[in-house]
């Protein structure tokens, strides 16, 4: 049977660990594709993934993630033990008027389990997993409950780039909204307005002439 009172010590060292985060994207719409990797220099086999330092690499340790994602060491010492959730956000927001050299993607954190002081039942992160085998014409089971910490990564992407036809077309709408609205207007003011009266006297002026005509 499972003991979930016999939970054993972390593993620390695993704490060293490094994820490489492998990463593309393509805005079809402007025949555009862009890789996290941005160089093939060596700095990208070396560094580690700070949010100001070193923004731009895709290469995180483990222990600086839990790092990220929590202040408090009481609640990083548990996640180590207990498991945790930790989101990983890759935004490309690009202005390809200036480049696309300048299209690079931008990383954010977040701890998506809940805190070991808030939370009382299902905390931090598991799973179960089996071996079976047979001996003596007997089936035996070992089940393993492994505590580990889950990375989701979630890629969001928006480019931009000015476009002269475009900007003409909102122009020719905009005036052609504007002068629609100055007809409808009219409409409400000379019919549906309660001081229409007044505001035809003051648009239609006419003038009596002698043969009994007049002219607006």
């Given amino acids: 049977m499972e003991n979930d009172r016999k939970i054993p010590a972390p593993i620390f060292d695993s704490l060293n660990y490094t994820i490489a985060l492998n990463n593309f994207i ?10 996290n990797i941005l160089s093939e220099s060596p700095y990208f086999t070396q560094c580690h993934y700070h949010p100001k330092d070193h923004k731009f690499c895709p290469i995180f ?12 060491v009481t609640e990083r010492s548990e996640m180590l033990k207990f498991g945790c959730v930790i989101r990983l956000k890759v935004d490309w927001m690009c202005n390809l008027d200036l480049g696309i050299e300048e299209c690079k993607p931008e ?9 070991f002081t808030e939370e009382q039942f299902s905390i931090g992160f598991n799973f179960r997993y089996a071996s079976h085998w047979n001996m003596k014409n007997e089936s035996y089971r070992t089940l393993i409950k492994a505590f580990g910490i889950r990375l989701i990564v979630t890629v969001n992407g928006e ?16 005036i052609g909204v504007l002068g629609l609205a100055t007809v409808i207007c009219d409409l ?5 307005s309660a001081q229409s009266q007044h505001y035809r006297q003051q648009k239609y002026q006419s003038d009596q002439f002698p043969n009994g005509l007049s002219s607006n």
Avoid: C, H, P, W
């Fill in 26 to 35: 393509e805005f079809t719409r402007f025949g555009v594709r862009r890789k």
């Fill in 61 to 72: 340790r483990l222990g600086d993630l839990i790092e990220f994602v929590e202040d408090n």
């Fill in 107 to 115: 990383y954010s954190l977040g701890r998506l389990d809940s805190k």
């Fill in 159 to 174: 480019a931009g780039r000015f476009d002269l036809f475009v900007l003409t077309l909102n122009i020719g709408s905009m």
């Fill in 188 to 192: 409400i003011a000379l019919y549906f």
